[in-house]
């Protein structure tokens, strides 16, 4: 099944949850609420028609300002056996913050789930060992939301790994050879 | 020779056989020490070769200053010692191995007539101090107090005890050949035969002992105990230093000493095997250090084309070939050499 | 202990592996629990390299993100910037013309061919067998070579560009390409006699490291983890870019699943882009490099500047707002990249500058299988284990 008829059939099997079906360079993204997430991607996963074995990608979107809800969490699920793409965004509102895991559907899920909580602070319920990845674990903020500066001068709110650092630097200075 | 020269001077008994110890010591410490440092510019040479590159080149002309240079260098560089080791024993454990290693040197003839110990017991002092290495290892796996080293000190714990049994045993054919233990008995003994050497009599033994002689002196492919991409460098981690260069030292001696045991009971030491010598008598005139030096060297260079062939064996591995395949094999050449020795 | 009568505590030894150890090809640190030499447990830690290439990519001009990509898996930048022009002209709708296709096809199989043998070098020598690693280092320098003769850079290329690719490869190029297509697979042939009969190196392979088909599918593995399972997923097949269309060549598979398949397909993919260059070479059409959309893509050339008003002021553009035709809407595009697929999913909203940039990189995905293939196994697998998932962590953290 290609990716339109399936898109078509979540419409038809979630029909509350469905809020949009686009299509643009020839792949269909598919925008649902979060609440029933686990249930749409189990049932692409497990129905036979629409086999969507292998989730490409997982990752978070910041539209700070420009759509209603703040954050959406895209899955890119891929069918090995019709060989179709399709893209699932469920959006995720600021102040509930949180999103199903679908860690025990796709285990593959678990480190792009915790990226994606560690850069955009979304949080995966259910997920096993939700800790940040890519940033030292007393990293305070959420680095790929669209308010979070690129450069800034913090001082002393600068990171504590990196003050160390500078510290120890300037105390090796000392031993320099003159 | 060196006794003549002494008592020609005026000292005899007791007091001109030490002088002449401590001369022949010497002699066999400075050559065996520049033997070393050589080895290592050999390894590097040759592996260098085989791996399409030059190896040393710089220092003297290619390279031939390297090992002078590497000296130098480890002499004066600092020694440190992590502040959690326990400092007796992280300074005491490079010196075991080398000692051990040295000491087996004591009852290896170079030449007819040229041993510093001409004990009867010779292989079975050989053993005795090889063995002894092992704690240096461990010493040091367990002082520097380095996760990393204490596993290379256990795996080789593990593997010297385990390897130490099949070296022992391949050896027994070769004693019961020989009817000795004293080292230069066995290569004379070698000589009653047409062929002059035990490696023909006693294949299964040599290849035994090759195989456990690498894992006893920490050689790839039984490297585990430094084990470089996963222990790092395994019980050494922590030393720098003259104190790493003593372990290195170790392990080139040690090297050296297998080779010779091989060379000696199986190779026919320094002598040529009779069928040569007949076929060609002018070979006679070579004294017999020469042919002692190119086996050895023989041996030395399969040890680093090994080296540089083969990967390196997984624990469980090398038990299994030392428990199921190798001390099996030695007990049956026992048998059979047995066998022979008694109904024929 | 007093309070324990008659029984041992027992712990488990906890060693940090890494970030810098010289097994784990990068910064990877592993937390392994171990009892005597088996693994109980292992956590990997990541993230020593991140560098913000998705937030850097934010806040940059379409033109001005490719630099970055060669950052990412270092080993064969060239992947990877084709695989982020080819994004950004999805995207916008445009197509490169057929000769810079030929060219970035055979560009990109020779970065295959230098990331695999990077990988067979080290793998060997974390497995011990060290002269495999100096074998394959003469190959990769003298692909190395042909880089720098292609683009003048030997490791971060840079060399595609959106539209096409930064100049037309010379004949000189081509002939030495070709004879190294000639003289490559022969000395496959020599790293096979030294390690493929080994019997060490079949213990130390064989039935290590397993993935069964549908684990692979199921942790999201992709390119040789994932073939290597028996599983014929290859994007070059599926979905072809470039010229992969236009040229033959066989998919290899394993069978088992474990670190010595991986290592055969590896072998044989290796052989395969050897052919895939041979015939990029003899196919390689006439015409232009760049599509003729490319103005309003790419810095025009720098006499130009200097004489015409006009490509001054589209210099100026370019440079300070970006490409402005961008459409409003969103684009997964992925290649196969050496190690896997390597995806780019862009979303624009109509300015110069990506909304938002996403990596997928495979090394990421393939690091996170590291528990399920080390636990229960030994220290010494955990280090090929390592080298078979083949990860560059400048990728892994982006």
Redesign the interface.
């Known amino acids: 099944m290609n990716s339109k008829e399936a898109a078509e059939k979540i419409r038809e099997m979630f029909p509350e949850e469905v809020r949009e079906i686009r299509e643009?360079?020839s792949?269909t993204?598919v925008i649902v609420k979060r609440d029933r997430i686990k249930d749409i991607i189990r049932y692409l996963h497990s129905d036979p028609l629409l086999n969507f074995?292998?989730?490409?990608?997982l990752?978070g979107?910041?539209y700070s300002g420009?759509k209603e809800t703040r954050f959406e969490v895209?899955y890119?699920l891929y069918s090995?056996e019709y060989?179709s793409?399709l893209?699932i965004r469920a959006e995720v509102p600021e102040d509930d913050c949180s999103i199903d895991s679908v860690v025990d559907i796709?285990?593959?899920?678990?480190?792009?789930e915790r990226?994606c909580y560690d850069?955009l602070g979304v949080v995966f319920k259910g997920h096993p060992d939700l800790r940040?990845?890519?940033?030292?674990e007393d990293w305070e903020g959420h680095?790929?939301r669209k308010d979070?500066p690129?450069q800034s001068d913090l001082g002393e709110k600068e990171w504590k790994g990196y003050l160390d650092v500078i510290e120890l630097a300037k105390k090796n200075m000392e031993f320099e050879t003159k | 020779m060196i006794e003549s020269v002494i008592s020609s001077v005026g000292i005899n008994g007791f007091a001109g056989s030490m002088i002449a110890l401590l001369v022949k010591i010497a002699i066999v410490f400075g050559v065996v020490m520049l033997h070393v440092a050589y080895a290592t510019y050999f390894e590097r040479k040759v592996i260098g070769h085989i791996q399409l590159r030059l190896g040393p080149m710089t220092v003297g002309p290619h390279g031939i200053l390297q090992p002078i240079a590497d000296g130098i260098k480890s002499f004066f560089k600092e020694d440190i010692i992590p502040a959690g080791a326990d400092k007796t024993v992280f300074k005491i454990a490079p010196v075991i191995p080398v000692f051990s290693a040295l000491g087996c040197l004591a009852v290896v003839p170079f030449f007819d007539g040229f041993v510093l110990a001409n004990i009867n017991i010779g292989l079975l002092y050989i053993f005795a101090m090889s063995s002894l290495s092992a704690y240096g290892i461990v010493m040091a796996g367990w002082s520097s107090n380095s996760k990393y080293s204490f596993l290379g000190g256990l795996r080789s714990t593990a593997q010297v005890i385990s390897y130490e049994v099949a070296l022992g045993l391949s050896l027994v054919g070769v004693m019961i050949m020989s009817e000795s233990l004293n080292l230069t008995q066995i290569v004379e003994a070698q000589q009653k035969y047409w062929h002059g050497m035990f490696i023909i009599p006693q294949f299964l033994g040599a290849f035994v002992f090759m195989i456990a002689a690498f894992a006893e002196t920490n050689r790839a492919p039984f490297d585990l105990p430094e084990a470089e991409s996963e222990l790092v460098a395994g019980f050494f981690v922590e030393y720098s230093g003259m104190r790493f260069a003593l372990f290195y030292m170790a392990e080139y001696i040690g090297m050296l000493v297998m080779s010779a045991i091989s060379v000696l009971c199986f190779v026919g030491g320094w002598t040529l095997p009779p069928f040569v010598l007949e076929a060609f008598p002018s070979l006679a005139a070579v004294p017999g250090i020469v042919w002692f030096m190119l086996k050895i060297y023989f041996h030395v260079f399969v040890y680093y084309w090994i080296r540089s062939t083969l990967p390196r064996f997984r624990y469980d591995h090398l038990m299994c070939l030392g428990w199921k395949v190798l001390i099996p094999l030695a007990l049956l050449n026992i048998v059979i050499t047995a066998l022979v020795k008694y109904f024929c | 202990m007093p309070e324990q009568k008659g029984k041992l505590r027992k712990k488990e030894l906890t060693i940090n592996m890494g970030p810098q150890h010289p097994a784990t090809h990068g910064v990877l640190r592993l937390e392994l629990d171990i009892d005597g030499e088996t693994v109980v447990k292992c956590t990997p830690h990541v993230g020593y390299l991140h560098r913000g290439t998705e937030k850097l990519g934010e806040n940059r001009t379409y033109l001005a993100a490719l630099p970055l990509t060669d950052r990412l898996d270092y080993i064969s930048s060239m992947a990877n910037n084709v695989g982020y022009c080819l994004a950004v002209e999805r995207l916008f709708g445009i197509e490169a013309p057929e000769r810079a296709k030929f060219i970035r096809t055979m560009a990109s199989e020779m970065a295959r061919i230098s990331s695999h043998l990077l990988w067979l070098g080290t793998h060997a020598l974390d497995i011990g067998a060290m002269t495999v690693f100096l074998y394959a280092f003469k190959e990769r320098e003298w692909i190395l070579d042909l880089f720098e003769m292609l683009t003048g850079a030997r490791l971060t290329v840079t060399y595609p560009r959106i539209g096409g690719v930064r100049n037309d490869v010379s004949e000189e190029f081509l002939s030495s390409l070709y004879k190294f297509t000639d003289e490559f697979p022969k000395n496959i042939e020599e790293y096979e006699t030294l390690i493929d009969q080994n019997r060490i190196w079949l213990q130390r392979t064989k039935n290590i490291g397993i993935i069964t088909a549908e684990e692979a599918v199921n942790w999201g593995l992709t390119g040789p983890m994932l073939r290597g399972s028996g599983v014929d997923y290859d994007l070059r097949k599926y979905c072809p870019y470039d010229a992969y269309d236009k040229v033959d060549f066989d998919v290899p598979l394993g069978k088992n699943g474990d670190t010595y398949d991986r290592y055969r397909c590896r072998m044989e993919e290796m052989r395969q882009s050897a052919r895939i260059i041979r015939q990029c070479i003899e196919k390689l059409p006439e015409g232009p490099v760049m599509t003729p959309d490319a103005p309003k893509f790419t810095l025009p050339p720098k006499e130009r500047i200097l004489k015409d008003m006009e490509a001054m002021i589209q210099h100026f553009v370019l440079v300070i707002k970006g490409p402005v035709t961008a459409p409003d809407g969103e684009i997964y595009s992925a290649i196969e990249a050496p190690k896997g697929e390597l995806g780019f999913y862009f979303i624009s909203n109509g300015t110069g500058k990506p909304y938002r940039m996403r990596l997928r990189s495979p090394s990421f995905i393939h690091a996170s299988v590291l528990p399920l293939l080390c636990e229960g196994a030994l220290v010494a697998d955990v280090i090929a284990n390592i080298g078979t998932i083949d990860i560059v962590l400048g990728e892994c953290d982006r």
Do not use: M, T
């Open positions: 643009y360079n792949q993204s074995d292998l989730l490409k990608d990752c979107v910041d420009k895209v890119h090995l060989r793409l893209r796709f285990a593959g899920a678990n480190w792009p990226e850069l940040r990845i890519l940033l030292p680095p790929l979070y690129l």
